[in-house]
Nanobody, 123 residues
């Protein structure tokens, strides 16, 4: 069982930065891949970024590549998403997700989800 709690969302102007953090409450954190997804109002949830269990491998959606960076700390049991050069299209609710094993870009693969944190980018 894994409980995920996101923080760090807010309102920012286009071109600005935000850092989201996901704290995991679990008996063990190693062996779990982590990911961030987002959902804009009226749209389906979409993949943003994922990282493997030890941080050695990452993957990004084309729309955020070069602007967002995903990282994790096994000791702190956190997974962060640094978002730079934010655009209005980045607005949405951001969700942290975890799965035991390999990461995926497919939301249905993930077993545990956080409650979400709102990110609003004003133009």
């Amino acid at each position: 069982q894994v409980q995920l709690v996101e923080s760090g969302g807010g309102l920012v102007q286009a071109g600005g930065s935000l850092r989201l953090s996901c704290a995991a409450v679990a008996r063990t954190f190693s062996g779990y891949a982590m990911a961030w997804f987002r959902q804009a109002e009226g749209k389906e949830r979409e993949f943003v970024a994922a990282i493997n269990w030890n941080g050695g491998s990452t993957v990004y959606a084309d729309s955020v590549k070069g602007r967002f960076t995903i990282s994790r700390s096994l000791r702190e049991r956190t997974c962060d998403l640094q978002m730079d050069d934010l655009k209005s299209d980045d607005t949405g609710v951001y969700y942290c997700a975890a799965v035991e094993g390999a990461y995926s870009k497919v939301a249905s693969v993930y077993e545990w989800w956080g409650q979400g944190t709102q990110v609003t980018v004003s133009s």
